[in-house]
């Protein structure tokens, strides 16, 4: 599985059940996309 930051969105790749595993994950730590953008950028 991949997980793709741009500036705008976040493309993940991969199988359904490691996509939807890894959302509900991301899930617990940002309500919004937008905080799971800034956050990464942040650490870039």
Known sequence: MKIYV???GIT???KAWE???QL???GK????VM???KSA???L
């Open 24 to 26: 509900k994950q991301y």
């Open 35 to 37: 905080e799971w953008i």
């Open 19 to 21: 996509i939807r595993e």
């Open 41 to 43: 950028n942040r650490s």
């Open 12 to 14: 993940l790749s991969g």
């Open 6 to 8: 741009h500036s705008k």
């Open 29 to 32: 730590d940002f309500f919004y």
